[in-house]
């Protein structure tokens, strides 16, 4: 049976302490360049090297050396010059040169960036860059931050080129970029849908690798980080990347601008994990060169400890290497407005000296503590691939996570499960799905409480929604890699036939699958987390790995056929009718006897009407319940709904409760066996007996 506990603080994050102070301490302060007084001052850690000079370009020949300056050696590592050279738009780099042995890279004739540069400037070649000093500086007028309280949020993850390419109504000149997404058609399709954040695939300054260049590819997601400070300029307007890295950043500033005038809020999947350096060998743009030893995770050899998969892993335990990601975050969370972050494989920057996950990672309290993260969301996926680094379930208060968990067993009871049952039966009952609608109590801790989960059915890597219900393989030839990238695993069915058919049988399954899902995911207790495309039922023609794919298989199409316009149509109806119902949202666990202020309080009754026994949970023949959740809000109207589940494709007849004290009616919200949602609210009487579909959900408010 779902657990019921109490939470006592709510998403509740540790105060700062007063004498805490961030990795490095002072030492570590102002990284970067710093402009005063008509001169700059540029400051840079490698404990290793024993030279740094700074060298200064042309503005449009940046082959053109046009002078350089020595930096001097201070305490901590820490290498400074101040000098007139560096003014607003000052192309330059770093030479950097140090020993050679185990651990260490250093050569003095590579042209290196700055890892705290604001901007970039790309010359002719692959690795021509060069960091550009810029002014910050940005009218935000009366624009503030939402702040979108935890329990009303409703996260869009969607790809700032993907979201606009195609949009009929954005300017063919706004399209993929950072004024696309500000542009008012996306803010008006935001609003009706009911998003109140937007999630980000990573816009942090990033590169292809190599081997997709060879390939004639590219590499769309992002996760692959050049500079953590700097905008990716190929997102913004044609217009502004002439005038240069002051108009990108000017142009990203101007969307979280309006954004927010219009109450969404802002989130960035950033990439600190590793870096665009790769594997020994790879590209060297700065961390490598600047200070490897410092800066990466490695054995006494020198070989990198890579524990995402991609070549290298940021060493997060050495101070400057901990600094760097919190440098960047307050500067993303202060200067660009940004309202939250969720973290791509978090596990790796919370590993310790000894390459550990530890919730008390110096990173992740220092995180905690700033007393401007501290009021962002705070997004982690719970894991890497290094040894221990599944950690869902294992942050610490004040964080979030991706619930894979969640994510596994609503495809596996809508999808795997009735595939298993066509050709045997139900392979388990409806307990650990119950145990997940009602807020993954067996996950979270008290303290944490319901919220601490990100509830997703889908998300930017593996099948599309359509594409979970509609294919049983994966199929990424078109990757490049002989279909052997992407996850083998995916808990999806195909009903009947791979790929497109006709057979509207298998069609119209296809269609009530996916309104299963889409409604467990948003009525269940937590915040839900939506894949941009997923509400009309977008198509990767079965790729479930389609980083390298900038194509028109991933861009949203904006031409939507009917049933697409129903299937938006039930989304916008549930997150509708999400936020008019806060028995479906609660912050905190519910006890038994208890009055705890914000959490609902859990019914749960069989098809009869009769209160579900213990041993019918775990018992496959045992599909089918009706979850009632009452709420006990401190700010909202009392508030109770009846959920009826159906986890098989038999219809069944089900008793509507009565029982359930000062209920006198239930009436009817959302259906999932309806092609359209109905605006017709029936209402029934307790003890009235209702048909249900089979393989359904169906929603009524108690009253």
Same mark, same amino acid.
């Given at each position: 049976m779902p657990e019921t506990r109490e939470l006592t603080a709510p998403g509740a994050t540790e105060l700062a302490t007063p004498e805490r102070t961030p990795p490095g301490g002072a030492e570590l302060d102002d990284l970067g360049v710093r402009l005063h007084d008509g001169v700059g001052t540029l400051r840079v850690w490698s404990q290793n090297a024993s030279s740094v000079e700074l060298v200064v370009f042309d503005e449009t020949d940046l082959d053109w050396v046009t002078d350089q300056a020595d930096l001097e050696r201070l305490p901590g590592g820490v290498w400074e010059v101040t000098t007139?050279?560096?003014?607003?738009?000052?192309?330059?780099?770093?030479?950097?040169?140090?020993?050679?042995?185990?651990?260490?890279?250093? @050569?003095?004739?590579?042209?290196?960036?700055?890892?705290?540069?604001?901007?970039?400037?790309? #010359?002719?070649?692959?690795?021509?860059?060069?960091?550009?000093?810029?002014?910050?500086?940005?009218? *935000?007028?009366?624009?503030?931050?939402?702040?979108?309280?935890?329990?009303?949020?409703v996260i869009y993850e969607g790809h700032l080129k993907g979201l606009t390419k195609r949009h009929p109504d954005v300017p063919p000149a706004l399209h993929g970029t950072y004024a696309g997404l500000a542009h008012p058609a996306m803010i008006a399709y935001l609003h009706e849908l009911g998003i109140t954040s937007v999630e980000l695939l990573p816009i942090h300054?990033?590169?292809?690798?190599?081997?997709?260049?060879?390939?004639?590819?590219? @590499?769309? !997601?992002?996760?692959?980080?050049?500079?953590?400070?700097?905008?990716?300029a190929a997102y913004a307007t044609e217009k502004a990347r002439n005038e240069g890295p002051e108009a990108v950043l000017a142009e990203?500033?101007?969307?979280?601008?309006?954004?927010?005038?219009?109450?969404?809020?802002?989130?960035?999947?950033?990439?600190?994990?590793?870096?665009?350096?790769?594997?020994?060998?790879? $590209?060297?743009?700065?961390?490598?060169?600047?200070?490897?030893?410092?800066?990466?995770?490695?054995?006494?050899?020198?070989?990198?400890?890579?524990?995402?998969?991609?070549?290298?892993?940021?060493?997060?335990?050495? $101070?400057?290497?901990?600094?760097?990601?919190?440098?960047?975050?307050r500067y993303w969370a202060e200067e660009m407005q940004i309202d939250g972050f969720r973290f791509d494989l978090a596990t790796a920057i919370a590993r310790d000296g000894t390459h550990t996950y530890t919730p008390e990672h110096p990173l992740l309290t220092a995180i905690a503590d700033d007393p401007v993260?501290?009021?962002?969301?705070?997004?982690? /996926?719970? !894991?890497?691939?290094?040894?221990? #680094? *599944?950690?869902?379930?294992?942050?610490?208060?004040?964080?979030?996570? !991706?619930?894979?968990?969640?994510?596994?067993?609503?495809?596996?009871? !809508?999808?795997?499960?009735?595939?298993?049952?066509?050709?045997?039966?139900?392979?388990?009952?409806?307990?650990?799905?119950?145990?997940?609608?009602?807020?993954?109590?067996?996950?979270?801790?008290?303290q944490r409480g319901p919220l601490a989960s990100i509830n997703f059915v889908t998300a930017h890597d593996g099948f599309t929604m359509h594409d979970l219900?509609?294919?049983?393989?994966?199929?990424?030839?078109?990757?490049?890699?002989?279909?052997?990238?992407?996850?083998d695993m995916n808990r999806s069915f195909?009903?009947?036939?791979?790929?497109?058919?006709?057979?509207?049988?298998?069609?119209?399954?296809?269609?009530?699958?996916?309104?299963?899902?889409?409604?467990?995911?948003?009525?269940?207790?937590?915040?839900?987390?939506?894949?941009?495309?997923?509400?009309?039922?977008?198509?990767?023609?079965?790729?479930?790995?389609a980083y390298a794919q900038d194509t028109a298989m991933t861009w949203l199409s904006w031409d939507a056929e009917p049933w697409q316009e129903?299937?938006?149509?039930?989304?916008?109806?549930?997150?509708?009718?999400?936020?008019?119902?806060?028995?479906?949202? $609660?912050?905190?666990?519910?006890?038994?006897?208890?009055?705890?202020?914000?959490? &609902?309080?859990?019914?749960?009754?069989?098809?009869?009407? /009769?209160?579900?026994?213990?041993?019918? *949970?775990?018992?496959p023949s045992h599909r089918t319940l009706q979850y009632v959740a009452a709420s006990t809000p401190d700010t909202e109207a009392f508030n109770r709904i009846l959920l009826i589940v159906h986890g098989t494709e038999a219809p069944i007849d089900v008793r509507l409760p009565d029982e359930l004290e000062g209920a006198t009616?239930?009436?009817?919200?959302? &259906?999932?066996?309806?092609?359209?949602?109905?605006?017709? /609210?029936?209402?029934?009487?307790?003890?009235?007996?209702?048909?249900?579909?089979?393989?359904?959900?169906?929603?009524?408010r108690v009253e």
């Amino acid at each position: 049976m779902p657990e019921t506990r109490e939470l006592t603080a709510p998403g509740a994050t540790e105060l700062a302490t007063p004498e805490r102070t961030p990795p490095g301490g002072a030492e570590l302060d102002d990284l970067g360049v710093r402009l005063h007084d008509g001169v700059g001052t540029l400051r840079v850690w490698s404990q290793n090297a024993s030279s740094v000079e700074l060298v200064v370009f042309d503005e449009t020949d940046l082959d053109w050396v046009t002078d350089q300056a020595d930096l001097e050696r201070l305490p901590g590592g820490v290498w400074e010059v101040t000098t007139e050279l560096l003014q607003p738009g000052t192309r330059y780099a770093l030479r950097v040169g140090g020993p050679h042995g185990p651990g260490n890279t250093f @050569n003095p004739e590579t042209l290196l960036l700055d890892p705290y540069a604001r901007g970039l400037a790309q #010359g002719d070649g692959y690795e021509e860059w060069r960091s550009v000093v810029i002014v910050d500086g940005f009218d *935000w007028g009366e624009s503030r931050k939402p702040r979108v309280p935890l329990d009303r949020t409703v996260i869009y993850e969607g790809h700032l080129k993907g979201l606009t390419k195609r949009h009929p109504d954005v300017p063919p000149a706004l399209h993929g970029t950072y004024a696309g997404l500000a542009h008012p058609a996306m803010i008006a399709y935001l609003h009706e849908l009911g998003i109140t954040s937007v999630e980000l695939l990573p816009i942090h300054a990033f590169v292809s690798e190599p081997r997709l260049l060879e390939r004639g590819l590219s @590499n769309y !997601w992002g996760y692959n980080t050049l500079n953590f400070f700097a905008p990716h300029a190929a997102y913004a307007t044609e217009k502004a990347r002439n005038e240069g890295p002051e108009a990108v950043l000017a142009e990203f500033k101007g969307m979280v601008r309006l954004l927010h005038e219009a109450g969404l809020e802002i989130i960035l999947d950033v990439v600190y994990n590793h870096t665009a350096e790769e594997g020994l060998g790879g $590209p060297r743009w700065n961390l490598r060169g600047i200070d490897n030893a410092g800066y990466y995770r490695q054995d006494a050899s020198g070989a990198y400890i890579d524990t995402t998969g991609v070549g290298n892993t940021l060493n997060t335990s050495t $101070p400057a290497g901990a600094r760097l990601v919190l440098d960047s975050l307050r500067y993303w969370a202060e200067e660009m407005q940004i309202d939250g972050f969720r973290f791509d494989l978090a596990t790796a920057i919370a590993r310790d000296g000894t390459h550990t996950y530890t919730p008390e990672h110096p990173l992740l309290t220092a995180i905690a503590d700033d007393p401007v993260l501290k009021e962002t969301k705070l997004i982690a /996926e719970p !894991w890497d691939v290094g040894l221990g #680094g *599944w950690q869902t379930g294992n942050f610490p208060s004040g964080w979030h996570e !991706w619930n894979d968990r969640y994510r596994d067993r609503v495809r596996n009871f !809508w999808l795997s499960d009735i595939d298993y049952a066509r050709r045997a039966s139900a392979p388990v009952g409806i307990g650990g799905f119950a145990t997940r609608l009602a807020g993954s109590s067996n996950t979270f801790s008290e303290q944490r409480g319901p919220l601490a989960s990100i509830n997703f059915v889908t998300a930017h890597d593996g099948f599309t929604m359509h594409d979970l219900v509609a294919y049983d393989v994966k199929h990424n030839e078109a990757n490049g890699e002989h279909n052997r990238d992407g996850a083998d695993m995916n808990r999806s069915f195909n009903h009947g036939i791979e790929g497109p058919t006709d057979d509207q049988a298998i069609l119209a399954a296809r269609r009530k699958a996916m309104r299963n899902l889409l409604g467990t995911l948003l009525l269940s207790a937590g915040i839900p987390m939506l894949t941009a495309g997923d509400e009309v039922g977008r198509t990767q023609r079965g790729n479930n790995n389609a980083y390298a794919q900038d194509t028109a298989m991933t861009w949203l199409s904006w031409d939507a056929e009917p049933w697409q316009e129903d299937l938006r149509a039930h989304v916008t109806r549930l997150i509708a009718l999400r936020a008019a119902n806060p028995a479906l949202r $609660p912050s905190r666990y519910a006890r038994l006897g208890e009055h705890i202020p914000n959490a &609902s309080v859990m019914d749960w009754f069989g098809p009869n009407g /009769e209160t579900m026994e213990s041993e019918q *949970w775990a018992d496959p023949s045992h599909r089918t319940l009706q979850y009632v959740a009452a709420s006990t809000p401190d700010t909202e109207a009392f508030n109770r709904i009846l959920l009826i589940v159906h986890g098989t494709e038999a219809p069944i007849d089900v008793r509507l409760p009565d029982e359930l004290e000062g209920a006198t009616r239930f009436v009817s919200l959302w &259906s999932s066996a309806e092609e359209r949602p109905s605006a017709e /609210e029936e209402v029934f009487a307790p003890g009235d007996v209702l048909p249900i579909p089979g393989t359904s959900m169906r929603l009524f408010r108690v009253e």
